[in-house]
Structure formats: C-alpha cells, structure tokens
C-alpha cells in the first residue's frame, strides 16, 4: 500500500514554465519533506514542514503543507533546465522515529 | 565534514548469492538507516540503526539484516539474492535519530541480480 501518492509521475515543460508536484495521502505526518534526487546520487533534502497550513519558499520554490498535514505541494514558479530531477516527497508518521515513508517521485524535465 | 559514503558504487551479483554493502555515516552522526530504491520508484524504509542497535523496520524480509559498528558505519547485508532485489540501496545518516531530523543521503550502491 502506497501511503503517500505524488502526481504527476512525469513532467515534461518548457522552460519558463510553472508546474505544481502534489503528495497526496489518507494518513496524518508529523512532518514533510521534499528531497531532489539526481541520477547516480541520493537525495538531497530541499526543505521540511512540520505546521499545518504552513508555506516555505526557497527563490522560486514554494512548498505548502496541508492543514490537515495529509498532503502537500511543491510549486515552482519559471522553470529552468537546472531544475530537472526526480522530486520526492516523504512524511515521518508520529512514533516512527526515522522511518520516512517516500512517494514514488516525480521526474521532471525543463527543456531549454 | 565528510559526508555520508557507500561502496561499492556498483555490484552484479546471481541469484541465490550474498552481498554485503558499506555505508560511512557522516561525521558526528550516530544513527543510520538504509533504503531500496527500485527503478522509477521512491525509497523504501529497510531499517534504521542507533547506537548499534536496530531501531525500527520496515517491509523486508528477514534475509535483509544489517549491522553498526562502534564508530557508526553500518553494513546491510542480503541472503539468498533475488532477482526483485536488483534496486539502488541508499544509506542515510542523522545525528541522534530524533522525529523529524535530517537524514543526509549517500550516493547509494546499485545493485543488479542476474
């Protein structure tokens, strides 16, 4: 059973473009995060949000946690072929120290 | 700093064999956790180690055991080889285990079985 659901799987956009990654799940996280993972290296954390409601941005990185913390987005506002990469949400479920629970990704491409 | 390492890089192993993968956690970090990472797909939670301690598991089966030692690095280690378990293995690090800290990820071990 897949507890956390990202959609879109594949993205493919122009640069320029804007584009919203959602993480979806029934279950209630303690915290969210969103990593970047390039081919040949393992993720790297890009940011955390423990708060419902709660929005962080990183420059043109906007990240927002529901306010039932059970879903979250990650918007990028004018894309760049920087960005490509395989976007990962995971949540930390109350009481499971460590164990984080990873969406299956989303690849995305920014075409010059 | 030194950051979270693993070796080998690469692995090609057969069916029914043994393998053995290293992770160094990074320096001052004394928890470790190791993932699969199947093509195309998020990672899954395999365990988590603490103070040489196992410290949580995930949906593996047995075959997937794994190790720390005094200075933190870990070993996982996986029996009887399957061919399902070809994926990328990534070890993460964090500095005490807490809710909520964060994990520095290696580059990972890509492992396939033929």
């Known amino acids: 059973t897949q507890l956390l659901e990202q959609s879109p799987q594949f993205l493919s956009i122009q640069e320029g473009e804007n584009l919203t990654v959602y993480c979806n799940s029934s279950?209630?996280?303690?915290?969210l995060q969103w990593y970047r993972q390039e081919p040949g290296e393992g993720p790297v954390l890009l940011v955390t949000v423990v708060t419902g409601g709660e929005v962080k941005k990183l420059k043109r990185l906007t990240f927002q946690f529901g306010d039932a913390r059970k879903d979250s987005s990650l918007h990028i506002t004018a894309a760049q072929p920087g960005d490509t990469g395989l976007y990962l949400c995971a949540g930390l479920i109350s009481g499971n120290t460590g164990k984080l629970i990873f969406g299956q990704g989303t690849t995305l491409q920014v075409k010059p | 700093e030194t950051g979270v390492t693993q070796s080998p890089t690469h692995l090609i192993k057969t069916r029914g064999q043994q393998v053995t993968l290293r992770c160094s956690s990074q320096?001052?970090?004394?928890?470790v956790s190791w993932y699969q990472q199947a093509l195309g797909q998020g990672p899954q939670f395999i365990f988590q180690?603490?103070?040489?301690?196992?410290?949580g598991r995930g949906n593996f089966p047995p075959r997937f055991s794994g190790l720390q030692f005094p200075n933190y690095s870990s070993e996982l280690n996986v029996n009887a080889l399957e061919l399902d378990d070809s994926a990328l293995y990534l070890c993460?690090?964090?500095?005490?285990?807490?809710?909520?800290?964060?994990?520095?990820f290696g580059p990972g071990t890509r492992l396939l079985v033929l």
């Open positions: 180690y603490y103070r040489e301690e196992e410290n």
């Open positions: 320096s001052g970090h004394n928890t």
């Open positions: 993460a690090s964090s500095p005490s285990g807490g809710a909520g800290e964060t994990q520095y």
């Open positions: 279950s209630v996280f303690s915290s």
